[in-house]
Every structure is written in structure tokens, then in C-alpha cells.
């Protein structure tokens, strides 16, 4: 017999997942490989699910099923793969971080085995101190582009080291397009122009 209190923290948690209808009896994904097509791009929109429990089920299933395809691809046979998480403080902030350590353990093993088999990671936020620290030491490269915010520039500063501060006073007042990219294939941090993009897209001027 355990303790009754931890039993009905489980139960009530237990019953929010099944009025949340996330579980049912088909696999409406199907193959997963189906996602790792050469020049395709998959997305999974939650921007309208307020539930966490619901967002970590799927993006930790989501992650896990297709590392778990690289890991067994040993003849490389499956293209490379980026899985990109935008407004990734919404998922996986540093309040939360807590009740994510599915997500989170997954994007440490992806982060430390997956390159070798062509899986990258890249995350993407307006809102960089709301992040917990893990992510931050989980990306080799960063991008930043204008930061008004005291406590998002600091987040940045503490998580990049040996940056010229002259660089740091940049960021509040760059331009459309413009970054500072730190990264370890460069000795110094530098600034650069991102080009426009040079497709089409619908919705777009």
C-alpha cells in the first residue's frame, strides 16, 4: 500500500490526460519516416493546446520516435534532419522545466549523440531568460538578432563567454537582418547581414 496523498496526485493527473482526449486506440502519425523525406518540412502546430502535460507527451514522442529512426539507421540511408522548436521558452521555459524532464532528457541525448548521424537541433525564442539554463548549454551555435530586453541580453551574455562587449552593445540597436553569431567554427563572435529570402511565400509582401 503506498502513500495515499502520491496516489491521488497520480490519479488526478491520470484523469486530466483522459479528459484531454490526447489517447485513443490508432496511430493517426503512422510511419515516422514518412517525415524524413529529402526537401520536405513538417510541422506540428500546439500553439493551441494550453496543456502541458499534452504538449510533452507529443513533442517528447515526436523526438524520441524519430531519434530512435537515426539511431537505427546505420547505413545512413535516411537524409539529414533539423528539428527546429519555435517559442521554444512556451515549451520548455524555466518554470517549467520541472515537469518537462522527458523533453528535456531526450534533447540532451539528441544534443550529444545525434551528431554523428546528421540530427540537429535548433531553437528558436523572442524570449531567451524564460528558457532554463540546459538549452542553453545545449546549443553550439548561437544567432541573435536585436535584443531590447535587459534580463534576454543577459541570458545570452551568461550562456556566451569571451564575446567583445563592444558586440553586446550592438544588439540593442541592430538593424532588420542583422546578427552577432557565436559559434566554435569561428575564433571571435562576428556580426553578419542574413540575407532576404529568396523564395516565395504566400501571406508574405
Not at 520548455?92 to 515537469?99: C, L, N, Y
Not at 566554435?184 to 516565395?200: E, G, K, T
Request: glycine share 6%; aromatic share 6%; net charge positive.
Amino acid at each position: 500500500i503506498g502513500d495515499k496523498s502520491s496516489y491521488a496526485v497520480v490519479l488526478r493527473k491520470l484523469n486530466i490526460l483522459k479528459r484531454s482526449g490526447v489517447f485513443d486506440t490508432q496511430n493517426h502519425l503512422g510511419d515516422y519516416s514518412e517525415l524524413l523525406k529529402v526537401g520536405n518540412v513538417s510541422i506540428f502546430d500546439l500553439s493551441n493546446s494550453q496543456n502541458l502535460y499534452v504538449n510533452n507527451i507529443v513533442i517528447s514522442t515526436l523526438l524520441n520516435k524519430l531519434f530512435d529512426l537515426k539511431v537505427r539507421d546505420k547505413d545512413n540511408r535516411l537524409p539529414p534532419l533539423m528539428i527546429v522548436i519555435e517559442e521554444a521558452h512556451s515549451f520548455i521555459s524555466r518554470d517549467r522545466a520541472s515537469s518537462m524532464e522527458e523533453t528535456l532528457d531526450i534533447l540532451r541525448d539528441i544534443s550529444r549523440r545525434g551528431r554523428k548521424r546528421w540530427l540537429s537541433l535548433c531553437f528558436i525564442s523572442q524570449q531567451p531568460s524564460h528558457l532554463p539554463p540546459e538549452i542553453y548549454e545545449l546549443c553550439n551555435t548561437k544567432i541573435v538578432h536585436q535584443i531590447t530586453g535587459g534580463k534576454n541580453l543577459d541570458s545570452i551574455k551568461g550562456s556566451a563567454g569571451g564575446v567583445n562587449p563592444a558586440l553586446w552593445d550592438e544588439i540593442p540597436i541592430m538593424g532588420q537582418g542583422r546578427c552577432l553569431i557565436i559559434s566554435p567554427q569561428f575564433r571571435h563572435a562576428i556580426l553578419a547581414d542574413v540575407r532576404p529570402c529568396s523564395s516565395r511565400r504566400g501571406m508574405t509582401e
